[in-house]
């Protein structure tokens, strides 16, 4: 049973391009979390999303970043016009439906730097 | 918003000793969970809890959820070189949020062999 997959590892982005980070997850899991890692510090979250549906949002910028999770495919976080403090980790978790004693599951992350 | 303070924020430590680290809240969770990450790695849970005062095993890992549930700590015991990483609390609340968590921000496990 493969684990959350994330790809690419590693992107490095120009300041002013697009970045896209792909998030795979696990068999049987229809729910998405994104979360940001910044150098030394804890992951915070960004986004939840069921199939086709934003559940919440509050922790994603209100400007150039969005995320998508459609019925076929991978979810896609997605950051436009990047700059240089867009540089972190990013993670992707993936959980069964929520219940009181579901966890979240996390893949490798997406290292993104902004030259 | 919900904030956690995880102590130590690093630990150097001799191959053998037991390591012990822990989380305050600053509001009530019903979930606390412990994660381990290493390098250029994603978090790997290790053990999760889910009732105030629950005490749970893990091999050599010990973790609580404390009576307040504003608190939790995780023990390692006899640790190992491959302890090594960087181990994160996370708490999730209840109510309409339930699926966020929320992060401390690690303990950095050195063990010298």
């Known amino acids: 049973n493969a684990g959350v997959m994330q790809n690419p590892r590693h992107l490095v982005r120009r300041r002013g391009q697009e970045a896209r980070l792909r998030c795979s997850p696990m068999k049987g899991h229809s729910h998405v979390y994104w979360y940001r890692q910044l150098p030394e510090e804890g992951l915070k979250f960004m986004v939840y999303?069921?199939?086709?549906?934003?559940?919440?949002e509050s922790g994603m910028p209100k400007e150039r970043f969005s995320a998508e999770f459609p019925k076929e495919g991978p979810s896609i976080l997605r950051i436009q016009q990047v700059v240089r403090g867009d540089s972190a980790a990013y993670f992707c978790?993936?959980?069964?439906?929520?219940?009181?004693?579901?966890?979240?599951?996390f893949g490798p992350g997406t290292r993104l730097t902004v030259l | 918003g919900q904030q956690l303070n995880q102590s130590p924020q690093s630990m150097f430590i001799q191959e053998g000793e037991d390591v012990s680290m822990n989380c305050t809240s600053s509001s009530i969770f019903n979930t606390w969970l412990w994660y381990k990450q290493e390098p250029g790695e994603g978090p790997v849970l290790l053990i999760a809890l889910y009732k105030a005062g629950e005490l749970t095993s893990n091999g050599r890992l010990t973790a609580q959820f404390g009576i307040t549930r504003k608190d939790s700590f995780l023990n390692i015991s006899a640790s190992i070189p491959s302890d090594v990483g960087i181990y994160f609390c996370?708490?999730?609340?209840?109510?309409?949020?339930?699926?966020?968590?929320?992060f401390g921000k690690g303990t950095l496990l050195t063990v010298n062999p």
């Open positions: 996370a708490g999730r609340a209840s109510g309409g949020s339930n699926y966020k968590l929320t």
């Open positions: 999303l069921q199939k086709e549906n934003i559940i919440d």
């Open positions: 978790a993936s959980s069964p439906p929520v219940t009181s004693t579901d966890t979240q599951y």
